[in-house]
């Protein structure tokens, strides 16, 4: 078996053929002046099973995973199985208004068609699986999380709205401790307006758990009512770490910042590569 992987992850698809026993296969990927992209696999997979990494974010390592897939099938791979540690779009899984499309629909179609199978990590909605008309599964990457969050010896999860509550409830659970879920009404892309509710966390190690963080401004809203409430740190943990813009700053009132290596990046503190090793 070989693993090949894209330009975003380098780093995860050497780390996972060495949890798979197999072999890492290098990509030349490059672009030409004008952006188009270009790839070419630099070893001779005819025969073997192939799994290939590669996020669709940002919006190039789309047409990258795409080059890659029909690279694999014209080499002659016996089968290709396609992990999405991040899968971008997700978060566009139905319409929200007339004239909209389902994007991570989209995405996904072209992908599947070109894959024997899929797994994606921690994906915002499990409705995305059904999108790619092939064997797709989703890998939790929350264990690794929870793993690396029993050193805080955290007192309290909290989910920072209703729709993190599923994985909250999960982290809430193995770590022993109490859950509170606030709510929260997204005002425009950039902007939330969070109801912490009654909860008492004078003292404590608070983690705010979600499963993206991309302007920050979820968590940074979370982060500074449970201040003023009293907590005595506050940790922001995610699986996807997107952080754009100016979410560094934003997240300042945090105490620690941790996210897995599904986006790689300052806050990365823990891999998902174990995880997807024992899916695979
Ligand atoms: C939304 O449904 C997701 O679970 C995250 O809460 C959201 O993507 C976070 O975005 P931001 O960091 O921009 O507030």
């Not at 309290?156 to 929260?184: F, I, N, Q, Y």
């Not at 969070?194 to 401004?217: F, H, P, Q, Y």
């Not at 770490?241 to 996210?259: K, M, Q, T, V, Y």
């Amino acid at each position: 078996m070989f693993v090949v992987s894209g330009s975003t992850h380098q780093r995860l698809g050497v780390a996972l053929a060495q949890e798979v026993g197999a072999e890492f296969c290098g990509v030349i990927n490059k672009s030409f002046p004008d952006g188009e992209r270009y790839v070419r696999i630099l070893r001779n997979i005819a025969g073997h099973e192939v799994v290939v990494v590669q996020n669709t974010f940002p919006d190039e390592s789309i047409v990258e995973l795409l080059l890659l897939l029909e690279a694999l099938r014209e080499a002659g791979a016996t089968s290709i199985t396609t992990v999405i540690p991040y899968m971008g779009y997700a978060r566009q899984e139905r319409t929200f208004q007339d004239g909209e499309t389902v994007s991570a629909r989209a995405v996904a179609r072209p992908i599947g068609a070109l894959s024997d199978r899929i797994f994606t990590v921690s994906v915002h909605t499990d409705e995305v699986l059904s999108f790619f008309g092939c064997p797709a599964q989703d890998v939790d990457g929350l264990q690794e999380a929870v793993r690396y969050l029993k050193g805080f010896e955290p007192g309290l999860v909290v989910a920072p709205d209703e729709g993190a509550r599923g994985w909250c409830t999960r982290a809430a659970r193995e770590l022993k401790v109490p859950l509170h879920v606030m709510s929260k009404v997204r005002l425009d892309d950039r902007t939330v307006e969070t109801d912490s509710g009654r909860v008492s966390v004078k003292g404590l190690t608070v983690v705010i758990l979600d499963d993206i963080i991309s302007t920050g401004g979820t968590i940074a809203m979370a982060a500074r009512l449970l201040k003023e409430k009293g907590a005595s740190q506050v940790l922001a943990a995610c699986t996807h770490g997107l952080f754009i813009e100016d979410a560094a700053n934003r997240l300042r009132g945090c105490d620690d910042i941790l996210s897995s290596d599904t986006l790689e990046g300052i806050y990365t503190r823990y891999s998902v590569a174990p995880a997807i090793a024992a899916a695979l």
